[in-house]
Every structure is written in C-alpha cells, then in structure tokens.
C-alpha cells in the first residue's frame, strides 16, 4: 500500500477502507509516512468528507494507537463526560461528585486549557496539593474506592490524534467534523468508560458556532461511539455567553463548590444537572424523570457536596487552606463598569474567554504559566438591564498590568442595546440516549 495512492482515492470522493485508515494512522504514527502526506490526506478530507463506517475505521485506529485504559474491573456503571469546551465550563467538578454519589464510577481523564477556553486540570491544579498525575494503580485504585477520579490525560493516549491535531493545527484542516469526531472520540474510546456523555457547546465561545454544525458533530460522534460498542448520548448546550459567573480557575472551583452546596448561579445548576441526569441514565438505566429526581436531591441534600469533598481530598487536595487562601486573598481587582445604560443584548463568550486568558487565567501558547486566582466575575449577563457606571464585571490578577487590555477585551465582548432580548434555551436539544 502506498500513501499516495489513498490520498488520490480521497482527493476523488471515493471512501478508503478499515486497513488504508489503519495503514495511514500507524505509518503516521511511527513516523514511516511523513507529515506532508497526512497534511494532503487531511485536507481531502477537509474538502470531500468522510462516509461514518470511514470516520468509525479512522477512529478505531487512532484510540488504537496508543494505551488504552481497560476498566472492565470497575463492572458497567463506568461513565465519562466529554464537553467540546467552553468559557466558565466548570461542570465535570459539580457532575462528577453528583454522578458518583449515585452509584456511577467517573474514572477521567482531562485536559488542560488552551486559548479562551478551560481545562479541568487546571482548575484542579488551583486546590493545594490536588494530583494529577497518577500512576495506573492509583488512578484504578480511586475509581474502585471513591467511585470518582480526575487524573490528567496519559501522555501515550491516542498518540496518533495527538500527532495529528498538532499537524491539522497549521495546515487549516481542525474545523472538519469527521476530523473533530474521530480526534474526540479516539480519546474518549481509550479511556474506557462503557458509557460517555457528550457536552456539544454551541454558540460564540465554542467551536461550534451554529446548532447545525453543533448537531452534526453531535450525532457523529454519537454514531461512532455506539459503532464500538458504548452508549453515548450528546447535550447541544448553549455557549452563547460564559457559563455561570466565574471564569477563571479558583474562581470557578469556588463557583463549583457553592453550588454544590445549593447556591451559585442557576444556568450552571441546571446544564450541571441535566448532564448528570443524562450520565446517571446511560450508567444506571434511570428514565430521564427518575435520574433528574435523584441527581436534584443528590445535590440539595449535601451526598454530592461530601463525596465532593472525599474527592478531592483522596487526590491530595486541601479544600480548607483553598477555601482559607481565597478569604485571604492579596489580589488586585478591577471594576468594569457599564459604559452605558440598557440591556446587554449579547456577550461574545470567546470574547470574555480572551480577556480572562490577558489576566493570566488561560494560555495562549502550550507552556504559558497561569495565574490560578486570575480571572473574571460577571455581576451582568444577557438579558440584564445596566445603568451607565454600575459595575458588569470584576476582573482580579496577581500582576496588575494586564488589566487595560483585558478591560478593553471584555468591553468590545459587550453589546448593550434598547430592547431586553428574548431568553435563550440553556439546552438545544439531546441527541441519542434513553429517550
Ligand atoms: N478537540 C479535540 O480534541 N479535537 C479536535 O479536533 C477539536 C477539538
């Protein structure tokens, strides 16, 4: 078999089969065929597509080419989470204590953030002595104990997406959704769990912009995982706007912590919620009504706030110096006051990402440091009406330099106009899962 042949297969439509995928993805890997190949392959992809028994094969073969995490031991209430990230997306730290709490075993794996989104990692990292890299003891050890662990993802998962992402990165082939589907789910496949729940963020923060790309990935990458065998249902949640109020990574630990403990903003509760409904369902065979109903009481009546807390602190985690460090908190702030009287009409959530990442709080290249404590409070979102000079926004960072220009960003995110706006839907729609 040779390279160039498949990619003139695929510069002409026609669909390469299980063993060309498979031949491609471990030449690539190896590094046998050179990236230049894969760059011409990828963007006829880009440009032809790929048929789903195509995407499945590309997949199996990536999640392949790495290790692999077997957690068959654990038994079949395995169940992972996916979000396509997002700006405040904190919800892994409320939804995975509350899934656990109720019987479902999270073993994850997550990311780090880059750009104007996230990653759980980091947020974790911003709890004293938390660990995140774990031997696959430990890590095994803490699914079979706690019933809930976030370790950081293993450098050898999906070496070949890892390869691939980084070549897609500069040759303009990422926005693809086979591309996308089969680079998440390869990951999502080695991990293990039988069960994934997939968080498709849709709107100005996210990757997806419109609901029908966002549907399109959803049911995609649905296919695929249900192609090898698991059960995965996808949420299209709206990223129109920051969820929550907290971006940033200790913010958003404490924004998380409140509303495990029955306060914080409702539009987190209620995405948090009906991910963990949709968790507790693939991995207990709850209907939708039963799951939402104990995940609701999981959550009020502190079961989710305590295993939260058995969590963190079987990860090394010392949620009382955190919680003691943010009361006594030498940071400097800034108010962002509204530069006119109205309703905000819009918030460019990529926008406030940006501005939260000037602070310190994300990277804008792979080894950037964070400042764990920098970030942004919205007092104001959507729909709210302002009055010109009330404060919108606080911004906070160790080193106050920055703070123009994040100020600046956050400003040009806002638009403020006559009309209150229509409220949006928190949640688009669910696409496969227990209906
Ligand atoms: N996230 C991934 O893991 N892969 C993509 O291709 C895009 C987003």
Redesign the pocket.
């Known amino acids: 078999m040779r390279a160039v042949d498949l990619i003139e297969k695929k510069k002409r439509g026609l669909e390469l089969t299980a063993e060309e995928l498979t031949f491609l993805v471990q030449g690539f890997t190896n590094g046998e065929i050179p990236d230049y190949q894969l760059s011409a392959w990828a963007m006829a992809v880009y440009f032809k597509g790929m048929t789903a028994a195509e995407t499945a094969a590309l997949t199996l073969a990536m999640a392949q080419s790495g290790d692999q995490v077997d957690l068959s031991s654990l038994g079949d209430k395995t169940v992972d989470k996916h979000s396509?990230?997002g700006v405040g997306d904190k919800t892994t730290l409320i939804v995975a204590p509350i899934v656990a709490s109720l019987g479902g075993i999270v073993a994850k794996m997550s990311g780090r953030g880059l750009g104007h989104t996230g990653g759980t990692v980091d947020k974790l990292e911003s709890i004293p002595g938390y660990q995140t890299e774990l031997t696959s003891e430990q890590f095994m050890c803490l699914s079979k104990e706690v019933g809930l662990v976030v370790a950081g993802q293993s450098g050898n998962l999906a070496p070949a997406?890892k390869k691939l992402?980084a070549l897609?990165d500069v040759t303009a082939t990422?926005d693809s959704i086979p591309?996308?589907a089969s680079?998440?789910m390869s990951?999502k496949l080695a991990a293990g769990a039988k069960s994934i729940v997939l968080d498709v963020k849709c709107g100005s923060g996210a990757?997806m912009k419109n609901a029908e790309d966002a549907a399109a990935l959803a049911e995609e990458m649905v296919a695929i995982g249900e192609n090898c065998g698991r059960s995965v249902s996808a949420l299209i949640t709206n990223m129109d706007r920051p969820l929550g109020n907290a971006v940033g990574n200790a913010l958003e630990v404490e924004e998380a912590l409140a509303v495990l403990q029955g306060e914080g903003p409702k539009d987190l509760k209620e995405v948090c919620l009906t991910l963990a409904s949709e968790m507790l369902s693939l991995c207990n065979g709850w209907s939708g009504d039963e799951a939402m109903q104990k995940a609701t009481a999981a959550l009020s009546d502190g079961t989710a706030f305590a295993k939260m807390k058995e969590w963190i602190a079987c990860q090394g985690g010392d949620l009382d110096t955190f919680l003691k460090n943010r009361s006594a908190l030498k940071i400097h702030s800034m108010e962002v006051l509204a530069p006119a009287s109205g309703y905000i009409t819009q918030m460019d959530a990529e926008g406030i990402g940006v501005s939260a990442m000037l602070l310190g709080a994300g990277r804008a290249a792979k080894n950037d440091c964070l400042d764990y404590d920098a970030g942004i409070i919205l007092v104001k979102k959507t729909g709210d009406r302002i009055e010109e000079g009330e404060p919108i926004a606080r911004l906070f960072a160790k080193d106050p330099h920055p703070f123009t220009a994040a100020k600046k960003r956050f400003l040009s995110a806002i638009t403020i106009g006559e009309g209150q706006p229509a409220a949006q839907p928190l949640i688009y729609r669910k696409i496969g899962g227990i209906k």
Do not use: E, M
Request: without cysteine.
């Open positions: 396509t990230g997406d992402y897609r990422v591309l996308i680079s998440i990951k990757f």
